[in-house]
């Protein structure tokens, strides 16, 4: 029986963290006029702001709104099929990336349906670098945690950055398993006289 990892649960929760992105930014669009702001802790610690950001995170602008919005779903299906060899093989990449996916899925769906992406998670942190925070949203959330630990995995875990399908590849030529140890456990300990 093969140890593969089932997928499917990697993809609910998924699909439960972008249904909860879009619910809300629909929440934001039908019930905060643009610009306007209705404070949740203190007069404006945390507060709703209703914003349409045609950018990437924090608004910024790199590329145009027709090749931002195309070069999104192809780095969305890219990192899907990603995803499931990660999970495939329980690389510990997978959640990361699967963080990462799932924000930029949800931002993906915001610019195909309106060209824009709905942000409305707003938070002063008083005496910072900044006036204020730039206003964000769950999909932001999911791709900055997910870079975070990506970048966690790969300076101080030391996890490479290769793709699954060439370490299989790669593995398979040298005659070993991609699920066991290149040595197969062979080591041998000297026996003492």
């Given amino acids: 029986m093969s140890k593969r990892r089932v997928v499917w649960p990697w993809y609910a929760t998924a699909g439960a963290v972008l249904a ?18 209705i404070s949740l802790i203190g007069k404006s610690f945390l507060r ?9 995170a924090f608004g910024i602008q790199l590329l145009g709104p027709s090749t ?9 299906v890219v990192l899907s099929i990603y995803l499931y060899t990660l ?21 993906s769906i915001d610019r195909l349906l309106f060209g824009t992406v709905t942000d409305f998670v707003d938070v002063d942190f008083p005496n910072f670098i900044m006036a204020r ?6 999909a932001d959330s999911c791709i900055t945690i997910g870079i975070t630990l990506l970048l966690f995995q790969v300076i101080f875990l030391r996890h ?7 370490t299989e590849s790669h593995e398979r030529s040298a005659g070993t398993s991609p ?11 000297p026996v003492a006289d």
């Avoid at 999970?87 to 931002?107: E, H, K, S, V, Y």
């Avoid at 699920?179 to 062979?186: A, F, I, K, R, V």
């Fill in 20 to 37: 909860l992105d879009q619910v809300t930014k629909v929440l934001v669009r039908d019930t905060i006029p643009l610009h306007e702001s």
């Fill in 87 to 107: 999970i495939r093989r329980g690389d510990p990449l997978r959640w990361p990336i699967a963080l990462f996916l799932t924000g930029a899925a949800g931002n």
């Fill in 160 to 166: 490479p950055l290769v793709s699954p399908l060439e």
């Fill in 179 to 189: 699920s066991l140890p290149s040595d197969h456990g062979s080591r041998t300990t």
């Fill in 68 to 76: 931002l919005m195309v070069s999104s779903w192809i780095a969305t």
């Fill in 48 to 56: 709703l702001t209703h914003v349409q950001n045609p950018g990437v």
């Fill in 133 to 138: 925070w730039p206003v964000f949203n769950v």
